[in-house]
């Protein structure tokens, strides 16, 4: 027992306190039988091993063996005394706490923390009646209306209004028993030179709190044209903006219900999805996260899904916040706004239906970082395609597991007009021979761009006259297309193009008519797919005669040719690992047994080719 506090009171505390209603204040705790689990608040983890006993009023961690009563938990998780844990539950539970004869605080004098936490809840209080109860009060109300945000929501996290005067908080407080000194502590006065004023005047106050819902600072938003648009109470003893995240005490149950955090970048966007039922919403306070706020949010969830502004800066901090969420081991997601738009106005102007439709549509942070270059790049060069892989290549670097890099193969696959299975092999950094087996990193470096040049522009050009030769020889070429398969085609255009005009011949074998073959394919080129040019290019080239049988054949042969050589780096870089493969190796040596018949044939008809 504490030598200061009366034994009855220590006594009285623990009767009263609640070790579920304290422990919840700092994790999820979901109830299982007579206990209840969630995860550990001191140690990181995915998987719980904290338990909680609300009747022997203990808790204990199975993972890192922390454990004890109420009081202990205050204690380690606030670095408090005994004798600072036993106050803080006998005021939050409503209990007396007596001291000892000549022990405990000496008369009259305040403890300095609990002064300032004082001030500031009561600054939050007169700011809040403000807003609402005075004539004063009506321009930032009527802001608030024009925004669609309602009283009910803006109450529930204690929006309020500082005067537009020098010192309308700084005369009440006064009256309180306040003094300039203690409020300068605050941060709500400001001393300078010896004239005092409040802080903020004339702005929309956001309370900031912490997740037990304690004031420790404010953020305020001018309400007129000037600077700085928001302004925040400065850091000191109790106020750490890196520390803290804008709405986590209203947000927790809903964070714990849904097993997942929204993050958003400002208080509006927070109020506005809060007030369209997206309660498990937190915010970033405009800047990237900090290892403290992402530490906060695993403790109530290991799911995070980003939805910040779509514009340039809200996209930066988004990427960089998520890198920062990546290095505490998690696989953070975004929630893609319409460009232009932040979730404030889309939450307020189309309800809380278009938000959770947003928020189920999530992608990945490395599928949207790879969707943003892509976007940036120019896929309709050659050229531009290598570019844009490269940077690929760079983003896919930071995938968390092979698994999450593989599901964006097909996105990457569709967008560079080339086969899942090239991505794949580029993304291996692989050439036939290995790129390992070459002396130096500049002859690998060489040989990477070169498979990937190969692969993002000849190729391409390779299946496209095919096709055109095919269409301009019917009668030869309906049983060339007969043999062949999509996975002929890396370029996603080039293989829609060559199943409709699978589908034209064989129209015309059933008809006897080729007549009925084209126009197959003039009804394919008025659909809305980007393959309608190419299928135009066909119509428009199928009598022109620039086509010859014999070309024809040789296209044939040079696409089998990547073909076979794209199976053949599949198959070895499968092979790389050193397992026992048996069939695997048989099928490559019939495969490459393939490919030299197929060189033979180019060579037959140009004596310089087989020499690849």
């Known amino acids: 027992m504490s030598p200061f506090i009366k034994d009855a009171s220590v006594q009285a505390v623990l009767a009263a306190a609640s070790i579920v209603d304290v422990v919840s204040g700092y994790t999820s705790l ?10 550990c608040p001191f140690h990181q983890e995915k998987t719980p091993s904290f338990t909680v006993s609300a009747d022997k009023g203990l808790y204990y961690c199975f993972g890192c063996g922390e454990g004890g009563d109420v009081v202990r938990f205050l204690e380690r998780i606030e670095s408090l005394s005994f004798t600072e844990a036993i106050e803080q539950l006998g005021e939050r539970f409503g209990v007396p706490v007596e ?12 403890d300095r923390e609990t002064r300032l936490l004082l001030a500031l809840e009561r600054a939050a209080t007169f ?32 929006v309020g209004y500082a005067p537009d005067e020098w010192r309308g908080l700084r005369r009440r407080a006064a009256k309180e028993g306040f003094t300039d000194r203690e409020l ?66 209203q947000a927790r149950r809903a964070i714990a219900d849904a097993d997942e955090v929204v993050v958003v970048e400002g208080y509006t966007d927070v109020l506005g999805l809060a007030q369209a039922d997206v309660g498990n919403v937190v915010a970033s306070m405009g800047t990237a996260l900090t290892d403290a706020q992402i530490g906060l949010m695993m403790r109530f969830t290991s799911n995070i899904t980003f939805m910040f502004d779509a514009d340039r800066a809200g996209t930066e901090a988004m990427l960089r916040s998520g890198d920062l969420a990546r290095g505490h081991s998690l696989r953070p997601m975004v929630a893609v706004l319409p460009v232009g738009r932040d979730p404030a106005d889309v939450a307020v102007q189309e309800g809380g239906q278009v938000v959770s439709e947003v928020i189920k549509g999530k992608i990945s942070l490395l599928g949207f970082e790879i969707r943003q270059a892509l976007a940036r790049g120019d896929t309709s060069t050659a050229d531009g395609r290598v570019r844009a892989f490269e940077e690929v290549r760079h983003i896919m670097s ?32 692989r050439t036939r021979a290995g790129f390992e087996s070459l002396a130096n990193r500049e002859e690998r470096d060489r040989a990477r761009s070169s498979l990937t040049r190969r692969l993002l522009s000849g190729e391409t050009a390779v299946e496209r006259d095919f096709l055109v030769a095919a269409a301009c020889n019917p009668g030869r070429a309906g049983r060339i297309i007969e043999a062949l398969t999509p996975e002929h085609f890396g370029d996603a255009n080039n293989r829609e193009v060559f199943l409709g005009l699978r589908e034209a011949f064989a129209l015309a074998t059933d008809t006897n008519d080729h007549r009925a073959a084209f126009a197959h394919l003039k009804d394919r080129a008025r659909g809305d797919s980007e393959a309608g040019p190419l299928f135009v290019r066909l119509v428009m080239e199928a009598d022109q005669g620039r086509y010859s049988p014999a070309v024809l054949e040789e296209l044939h042969l040079r696409l089998q040719q990547q073909y076979l050589s794209r199976q053949i780096d599949t198959l070895r870089a499968t092979l790389d690992d050193g397992a026992d493969r048996e069939e695997e190796q048989r099928r490559l040596v019939n495969l490459e047994r393939l490919l030299q018949s197929v060189r033979a044939g180019l060579k037959d008809l140009d004596p310089e080719e087989g020499r690849a």
């Open 30 to 39: 979901r109830k299982r039988g007579a206990t209840y689990t969630g995860l």
């Open 184 to 249: 300068e502590e605050a941060g709500l006065l400001i001393d300078q030179g010896g004239k005092t004023y409040d802080r903020f005047r004339g702005r929309l106050m956001f309370p900031l709190v912490d997740h037990r819902g304690r004031v420790l600072g404010f953020g305020g938003r001018t309400l007129k044209d000037e600077t700085p648009k928001y302004l925040n109470s400065p850091e000191g003893s109790l106020y750490r903006k890196g520390q803290l995240l804008y709405g986590l005490y």
């Open 99 to 110: 001291f000892e004869e000549g022990a405990g605080p000496e008369a009259g004098r305040k």
């Open 127 to 158: 700011y809040q009646r403000f807003l609402w109860e005075t004539e004063s009060g009506r321009f930032a109300r009527e802001y608030l209306e024009k925004r669609g945000l309602e009283e009910k929501t803006c109450r529930a996290f204690r």
């Open 398 to 429: 930071k995938a968390s597991s092979l698994k999450e890099r593989e599901e964006e193969i097909p996105a990457v696959a569709d967008r560079l007009r080339l086969s899942s299975d090239s991505v794949a092999l580029l993304l291996r950094g």
